[in-house]
């Protein structure tokens, strides 16, 4: 993978824990690299097919100098998240933000934060069954809109289903949420699971009733499996109310444990 650099791009802005760093301000320091596959751009020296570094510093800029963070953990969390939200053409960044004249009791040149975060593709099955389903979906739906960390987002139609597993139990309207994102699957579950919380989700009976329901089917083509989370989802090719959505959005999408495709899997669940 191809790479472009930015150096030492200076930025004054008012990050930090103390309150008299958010009044004053001090100089930071971003150290930038871009992974993308510049090839084409190359061949044919055309700007338009690769990224702009012009643009990436204004807009690591904007991010830096429009909020302050107490963290610089959290400005370059930001950063990384406009970069790669700023361009397909990027599939990873790494991202240095360094602090020199950070207020500690030591003698050291600088402290600094470096972090990489690239972009993956997730695959989300929604569900209700208790209150405003729809209402509850169509929230959760925009909370992950309204994020950052998730970009590329399309939503299936929604559909009503018959309970699984635990059938006595009102109907359920279920839909597939299909997105790009930067957060790593633990992160995406933590994420996943505080908006079940705030739509009231409680977790008494396995397959029982909910408010919200937000499963991870698919990251990438990985293969999970940890206390917290399995991925591929392991129930999903039995499920209709899965894979029917799905297949109206990634039909192609390939199980990395079945091998066969989400329009495969529907069809032999149809047959």
């Known amino acids: 993978m191809d790479r472009i650099y930015i150096d030492d791009l200076k930025i004054f802005a008012h990050h930090g824990v103390f309150s008299s760093e958010n009044i004053k301000g001090q100089n930071f320091y971003v150290n930038v690299t871009l992974f993308l ?11 338009s097919l690769t990224v702009n570094y012009a643009e990436i510093c204004a807009l690591i800029e904007k991010t830096m100098t429009e909020n302050t963070y107490k963290l610089i953990e959290t400005a370059a ?13 990027i599939s990873e960044v790494e ?14 040149r600088s402290v600094s934060v470096k972090i990489g975060r690239s972009r993956h593709t997730a695959v989300i099955a929604l569900g209700s069954n208790i209150g405003d389903s ?3 979906i169509n929230s959760a739906v925009e909370k992950i809109k309204s994020s950052p960390f998730f970009w590329d987002i399309h939503v299936s139609d929604m ?12 109907d359920f309207l279920n839909g597939v949420l299909v997105c790009s994102t930067m957060l790593s699957p633990i992160g995406l579950l933590d994420l996943m699971q505080s ?28 293969i999970i499996s940890c206390e ?4 591929p989802h392991p129930d999903m090719h039995n499920r209709r109310f899965v894979l029917e959505p799905a297949a109206q959005l990634v039909p192609g999408y390939v199980h990395p444990v079945l091998k066969k495709t989400v329009a495969e899997l529907l069809r032999e669940l149809d047959e």
Do not use: C
């Not at 969390?77 to 053409?89: N, Q, T």
């Not at 559909?159 to 009102?170: L, R, S, W």
């Not at 917290?228 to 991925?231: E, Q, S």
């Open 95 to 108: 991202i240095e933000i360094r602090k020199p004249e950070a207020p500690i009791d030591a003698q050291v």
């Open 37 to 47: 596959d510049t090839e084409k751009a190359g061949t044919e020296d055309d700007l």
């Open 228 to 231: 917290r989370l399995t991925v």
């Open 195 to 222: 908006i079940e919380n705030s739509a009231g989700r409680t977790r008494e009976i396995h397959w029982g009733p909910r408010t919200l329901d937000l499963d991870l089917i698919f990251y990438d083509d990985e």
């Open 159 to 170: 559909m009503i289903t018959k309970p699984y597993g635990y059938t006595d139990q009102p």
């Open 134 to 136: 729809r209402e509850l």
């Open 77 to 89: 969390h930001a950063a990384a998240a406009a970069i790669l939200r700023s361009s397909s053409l």
